[in-house]
């Protein structure tokens, strides 16, 4: 029986997403979410995280990076290449729990790129869940879940930003890691 908030197992996929306030790990689920996962997967080996900082930080919301053209929100593209994106994959397991790693995208279909958050609050947010009933677009693809690391996730939802959610000092994601557990 499959639990998003289960540590990882032999043979999964797990993040090592170590930034200048820390290091945090996730499973990440491409046998469940397919190319939403697999993305990831790819531009972090790619090394396109490694220098990205997390550029719109809110404090019981989430924090959003994943931006290494532009480095301020507007920029990034999927794994295939510049211009590229991918579309949504949503899975009834999977939800915005705290430490969820989901994408950012446009209010379009098939426009996920290479920005992402992780959910900030111990309730969540899964008003941002993908509705039952909803279009194409409508709400946002799960493709991991944090497993240690949450007092860094807590750290970086703590500094100080400015009207636009930017943090007054750089937070970078110094190198994200694949690793398949042993």
């Known amino acids: 029986m499959f639990n998003q908030l289960d540590l990882p197992k032999s043979g999964e996929t797990i993040a090592i997403i170590k930034t200048n306030h820390g290091e945090m790990r996730a499973r990440l689920f491409p046998e469940i979410v397919g190319e939403c996962a697999t993305n990831f997967i790819e531009l972090a080996q790619q090394g396109k995280y490694d ?3 997390f550029h719109r930080i809110i404090k019981g919301f989430m ?8 480095r301020n929100g507007t920029g990034g593209h999927a ?10 994959k949503y899975d009834e397991r999977l939800t915005h729990l ?13 426009s996920i790129g290479s920005q992402f958050f992780i959910v900030h609050p111990a309730e969540g947010t899964h008003f941002l869940d993908h509705p039952a009933k909803g279009g194409p677009a409508e709400g946002y693809s799960v493709f991991g879940q944090l ?4 007092d860094v996730l807590d750290d970086i ?3 100080r930003t400015d009207g636009q959610d930017y943090p007054y000092e750089d937070v970078l994601i110094e190198s994200v890691t694949i690793e398949t557990v042993a």
């Open 51 to 53: 220098g990205a900082p």
């Open 63 to 70: 924090i959003q990076g994943g931006d290494f053209t532009r």
């Open 79 to 88: 794994a295939q290449g510049p211009n590229s994106t991918i579309g949504d």
């Open 98 to 110: 705290r430490g969820a790693l989901s994408w950012a995208k446009t209010m379009m279909p098939h």
């Open 147 to 150: 497993f240690d690391g949450f």
């Open 157 to 159: 939802a703590s500094v």
